[in-house]
């Protein structure tokens, strides 16, 4: 079997993709491993790759910051150049960055087939860049692992082939299973520093640009947290990103009554996570930790691509409107426990889907992906001598 190319860019497709990446090595299957740089703050990324105990790349494309356009095209020339030397069987990528639709344009025209993780999610709204990305990986895609039934149903409803779609399960369920003992004496260990205690804070992330490029969005979000800041300590650990934005709007008073920190690590985030009384987060991931885990949460977006975070309420969302957001954290914190106390199987997945994306791969890698239809003979294509002379 020919070397699997693994490309990452971002920090959450470093946990979701540290458990194929696992089995991967498990198994003794060559591949390489790509990091696009999309993020490159050290404390954003490269601390994840210690804590997950994630190989360090063998490439780091390092296209830092710049345009949507910027990011992707620089991600394909340099994906390009890896493609043509390593000669793969597949290229691999999760979720809905400029660094998995690069991925997915390179794959194609290199004739490599690309397998797209996390397949299917829709959330309906063309304003969010993900969006638009999740659709064109999933449209050049050959192979499709969607992490829920109703990801899957929504491939074949765009015409997916169903044979090219997998269900296998949400990887941060996975990382959610595997260290989740760990970092409940490291939740612990933080909340000790920070004068914090058990299931009595809000727990905040902030960080999508629908959110943060928008000055009424930000300002309305941050005017709700303050509110909230009245009620309960209210935990805030900050994007580079948003903290600049904060202060370009001058909206620092707004974070007087929230405990602001730096950026966190994996473990340290699910530690403060699995600890909280309600989280409050635009954050796709962060919707399938906590809806895992059983913490109430209020997403501070009109929609979701995770529904089935939904269920039971467990997720309710709340847009930006100051009133709503602070009225839905403080029903989320008084059903605690009786979020807590549902028992139900996770629709996002059982903690294995690495092992059956590695375990696919395998039997994928005879298949031929890119073959010139013959359509000569369909009904619908027919091929005969045609006379121009009425044209003239």
């Given amino acids: 079997m020919r070397p699997i190319v693994v490309v990452a860019g971002t920090r959450p497709e470093i946990i979701k993709l540290a458990p ?14 790509v990091w696009s740089g999309q993020h490159y703050d050290y404390e954003m990324s490269r601390v994840f790759f210690e804590e997950l105990g994630v190989p360090k790349p063998h490439i780091d494309l390092d296209v830092r910051s710049g345009s949507h356009a910027e990011q992707t095209a620089k991600i394909m020339l340099g994906l390009e150049k890896v493609l043509k030397d390593v000669n793969p069987s597949f290229v691999v990528a999760e979720g809905d960055t400029n660094t998995v639709v690069a991925a997915a344009l390179t794959s194609a025209k290199m004739q490599t087939p690309f397998a797209h993780v996390e397949a299917g999610l829709r959330s309906y709204s063309n304003i969010m860049p993900e969006e638009i990305n999740r659709k064109i990986a999933d449209a050049i895609a050959n192979i499709h692992f969607a992490p829920t039934k109703l990801a899957a149903l929504n491939l074949v409803f765009e015409g997916v082939p169903r044979k090219h779609i997998y269900v296998v399960g949400n990887t941060i369920v996975d990382a959610v299973h595997k260290w989740r003992d760990k970092t409940e004496n490291t939740g612990l260990e933080l909340l000790k520093e920070l004068g914090l205690a058990k299931y009595n804070y809000a727990l905040v992330t902030v960080h999508r640009a629908e959110n943060t490029d928008d000055p009424d969005r930000l300002s309305s979000i941050l005017i709700a ?39 966190l690590g994996y473990l340290e985030f699910l530690g403060l996570l699995m600890y909280a009384r309600v989280v409050l987060t635009d954050s796709g991931g962060v919707q399938e930790e906590s809806f895992t885990l059983k913490v109430p949460t209020v997403t501070l977006r009109y929609n979701t691509e ?7 309420d467990i997720n309710m969302l709340a847009g930006t409107d100051p009133n709503r957001i602070v009225e839905l954290a403080s029903i989320q914190m ?18 294995k889907a690495g092992k059956r994306i590695v375990k696919a791969l395998i039997e994928l890698q005879a298949e031929k992906f890119f073959m010139d239809p013959d359509l000569s003979k369909t009904p619908f294509a027919i091929y005969r001598p045609v006379s121009y002379t009425h044209l003239r």
């Fill in 334 to 351: 008084q059903r605690f426990d009786e979020i807590k106390s549902l028992k139900f199987d996770n629709p996002l997945g059982d903690g």
């Fill in 225 to 263: 947290l303050n509110e909230l800041g009245k009620k309960v300590d209210v935990v805030y650990p900050i994007h580079p990103r948003t903290l600049k934005r904060v202060r370009e709007l001058g909206l620092e008073k707004y974070l007087d009554r929230i405990r602001v920190l730096k950026p």
């Fill in 306 to 312: 995770r529904p089935e975070t939904t269920l039971f």
């Fill in 20 to 33: 194929i990446i696992e089995h991967l090595e498990r198994l003794k299957i060559e591949y390489f491993f």
